[in-house]
């Protein structure tokens, strides 16, 4: 068995060099996937993992724009449209300096199952731009979003590809370039998810990723019989899905000791409360601030400086900031200190030597393909309401949303399930495959 995973992912390497984010996530679905495909005989002479490595469609464009001081800036932008067997393409657009084929196409590939595994029917892709929203001025981002738009318009569409929000990428930048979509198509279509509740947008849109995340969390405590109440929770990240996770876990009776940025984290020891919250909300969205101001505002927390926060004792690891953010010595730090459950809110969060301390520990540990879903899947109910040209009440996409996350808690358990623990990282690998290989062998070669 270790051969063949070995030939196959030799056989992805060869045609993705230099690519090791790619290469990282495809691994990690071949070890799960690879074992299943030999066991079941519908899938065998397929090359149906080979098919869903290689993205249907790959566009790199140029993206200029002109800076407050006249100066004329180029950046690159991509859109990766990786599986539509199941759906239109659907997913983020990142803008980071970090920003490569390498990485996009890894989001890209896990946004497949975790389309999957939402239960609706979404393809999988991704793109963004190697542009860094840091420190420019509202004119800047706009007329970087339209120039972004200008190119990407052709390419996409309510019922081709439908991308939204992700790093750099928030109501603000999704607001800029809706409107000039807008404008080059004169119509107004659901084209983009994440869009303000007035002009097509979704209740809970915003929160969804982070709630999810949450729920998803109280889903696995409770195969334990347990729950967040009176649990210290730690978070990374202080973004969107950050900032959600943390709301959710106050509601539900956690604690939060930390959050962070880029660069280092904050810890609370009196925990961060709706208030203190509602203040990092307002400093990180409205301000634009590092996080690092926490400690002005609330002198009894500490701010470290470089570090991030997995060495600060916690029940609870919810790692919402980005790749590769969680390594095997966190891990073995989170395991000692008596850390129970890990959900990633922000994708492929953990290193592959972390995971495997986290299984080796039994530890309630969701990959973020499985628990961070619940903000495509919302971003689904969005596209759902703009099609119905209506509107559902935040206590009913609420409701979707909880359902949905529990569904992909029990798709999880039932491809997972060894013993009496549950991989649910094979769980989540395995049912997103079935899903998307059996609409690719219905379809034919295509
Ligand atoms: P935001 O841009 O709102 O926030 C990102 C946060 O992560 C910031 O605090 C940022 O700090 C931090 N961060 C980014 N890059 C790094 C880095 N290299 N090292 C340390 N910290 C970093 O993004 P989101 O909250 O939307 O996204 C966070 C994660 O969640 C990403 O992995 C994303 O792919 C994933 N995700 C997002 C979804 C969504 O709906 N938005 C849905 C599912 C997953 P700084 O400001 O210093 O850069
Ligand atoms: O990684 C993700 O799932 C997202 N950034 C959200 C994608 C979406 O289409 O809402």
Redesign the pocket.
């Known amino acids: 068995m270790k051969q063949i995973i070995e030939q196959f992912i030799a056989d992805v390497e060869k045609r993705n060099q230099h690519e090791p984010e790619f290469m990282q996530a495809v691994r990690e679905v071949a070890e799960n996937v690879i074992p299943y495909i030999v066991q079941h005989d519908i899938y065998h002479g397929k090359n149906i993992l080979m098919r869903m490595a290689e993205p249907e469609r790959v566009v790199s464009f140029r993206v200029p724009w002109i800076d407050d001081t006249g100066e004329i800036r180029v950046n690159r932008g991509f859109r990766i449209e990786m599986n539509s067997a199941i759906g239109p393409y659907k997913g983020?657009l990142?803008f980071?300096q970090?920003v490569n084929l390498s990485i996009l196409k890894f989001?890209a590939f896990e946004q497949v199952f975790k389309n999957a595994l939402t239960t609706l029917p979404m393809g999988g892709g991704k793109g963004g731009a190697d542009f860094d929203p840091k420190g420019k001025s509202d004119g800047e981002v706009m007329r970087f979003c339209q120039s972004f738009m200008t190119e990407l318009f052709r390419h996409i569409g309510p019922n081709r590809d439908i991308p939204?929000?992700?790093?750099?990428v928030?109501g603000r930048e999704i607001g800029y370039m809706f409107g000039q979509y807008k404008r080059l198509k004169n119509e107004f279509t659901g084209v983009l998810t994440g869009k303000g509740i007035s002009w097509g947008g979704s209740m809970i849109r915003p929160e969804?990723?982070g709630y999810g995340a949450v729920y998803f969390a109280e889903n696995m405590l409770s195969t334990k019989s347990d729950g967040l109440q009176g649990k210290s929770v730690v978070i990374s990240?202080?973004?969107?899905?950050?900032q959600y996770a943390a709301e959710k876990c106050i509601q539900l009776g956690a604690k939060v000791l930390t959050l962070?940025?880029?660069?280092g984290y904050v810890m609370d020891p009196d925990g961060i409360d709706a208030d203190k919250l509602a203040f990092v909300i307002d400093l990180k969205n409205n301000k634009r601030e590092r996080i690092s101001k926490y400690v002005d505002a609330y002198p009894r927390a500490r701010f470290h400086a470089g570090e991030r926060p997995w060495a600060v004792p916690c029940d609870v690891a919810l790692p919402?900031?980005?790749?590769n953010?969680l390594d095997e010595n966190d891990a073995k730090q989170l395991a000692v200190n008596g850390c129970i459950c890990v959900s990633e809110?922000?994708?492929m969060?953990s290193t592959p030597q972390a995971i495997k301390v986290f299984h080796a520990n039994k530890m309630l540990y969701a990959p973020?393909k499985a628990s961070?879903a619940g903000?495509?899947a919302v971003s689904g109910l969005e596209m759902a309401q703009n099609s119905l040209r209506y509107s559902w009440t935040r206590e009913e996409v609420d409701e979707r949303l909880q359902a949905i996350m529990s569904d992909i808690h029990n798709s999880c358990v039932a491809y997972g399930q060894n013993g009496d623990h549950v991989n649910y990282e094979k769980g989540a690998n395995i049912a997103g495959f079935v899903k998307v290989a059996d609409a690719m062998l219905a379809q034919g070669v295509v």
């Not at 939204?164 to 750099?168: K, M, Q, S, T």
């Not at 962070?260 to 660069?263: A, E």
């Open positions: 983020g990142r980071h970090s989001l939204a929000g992700d790093i750099g928030g969804a990723t990240g202080s973004g969107n899905v950050a962070s940025d880029s660069s919402c900031a980005t790749q953010e809110g922000a994708n969060p973020g961070n903000g495509v």
